[in-house]
């Protein structure tokens, strides 16, 4: 069973509002992803780390920004919210040895008015 | 870079029957990792099976089984005896290899399967 927490599961938040999205895993996971997934569509890669104060972008441009300061925490902050923002937020933790599986959170579905 | 291929955007499947789904990836690299995984309508991701580049065998999970075709490029997932609780999307994703490449997924555009009671 996979220890990987994301709150909230749900929010709704008007524009230009600064929000931030949290992702904790208590399983110790060096590696952290955090995933944009619009509904019924592929998941795009945003951010990742490969640990403590290691931060890199991903495939896909986001105006988000993220931090890891703890191994455990991972969140992820958009400045000013906007309606394109809106989707769903997956984070993700992966283990060190093969298969190097990832573990996902519950996800949060954020919605910009 | 790594591309994943997934044709069949939605399918219906009779309950007890058997479901494959297609998975065609691209990549340059020798040694890779494939995953299938579930996302049921509540939104989580739920890791079904793996098969590594150098697996001879297919892998299996249950139910769950990989028709693996290294030279095809191909990676199908089989659902045998299908249950109403396998309604779902199903993702099919290559993990890249490599320190710089941060163990990192790509996802293909997934599957969408109904079972029919």
């Known amino acids: 069973e996979a220890d990987i927490y994301q709150t909230p599961r749900y929010l709704v938040i008007g524009t230009g509002k600064k929000i931030t999205l949290e992702c904790s895993q208590t399983m110790g996971h060096d590696k952290m992803y955090w995933y944009q997934q619009d509904p019924g569509m592929e998941l795009h890669l945003i951010h990742y780390?490969?640990?403590?104060?290691?931060?890199e972008k991903g495939d896909l441009s986001s105006e988000s920004t993220v931090s890891r300061i703890r191994t455990e925490h991972f969140p992820l902050t958009l400045e000013s919210a906007r309606p394109s923002h809106t989707s769903q937020y997956l984070c993700?933790?992966?283990?060190?040895?093969?298969?190097?599986?990832?573990?996902f959170g519950p996800g949060t579905r954020l919605t910009v008015t | 870079a790594q591309k994943i291929t997934q044709t069949q955007p939605g399918m219906f499947v009779q309950e007890k029957e058997a479901v494959t789904l297609d998975c065609t990836y691209d990549?340059?690299?020798?040694?890779?990792?494939l995953f299938w995984y579930k996302q049921p309508s509540s939104g989580e991701m739920i890791f079904l099976i793996y098969?590594?580049?150098?697996?001879?065998q297919n892998a299996t999970e249950g139910r769950y089984s990989l028709n693996f075709q290294k030279a095809r490029k191909s990676a199908n997932l089989v659902i045998s005896a299908s249950q109403l609780g396998d309604s779902a999307m199903y993702f099919c994703a290559m993990r890249e290899l490599g320190k710089a490449a941060g163990n990192k997924l790509t996802f293909g555009g997934g599957t969408r399967v109904l079972v029919k009671p």
């Open positions: 098969q590594g580049s150098y697996d001879e």
């Open positions: 990549t340059s690299d020798q040694s890779y990792g």
């Open positions: 780390s490969y640990g403590v104060n290691s931060t």
């Open positions: 993700a933790s992966s283990e060190g040895i093969v298969p190097y599986e990832q573990y």
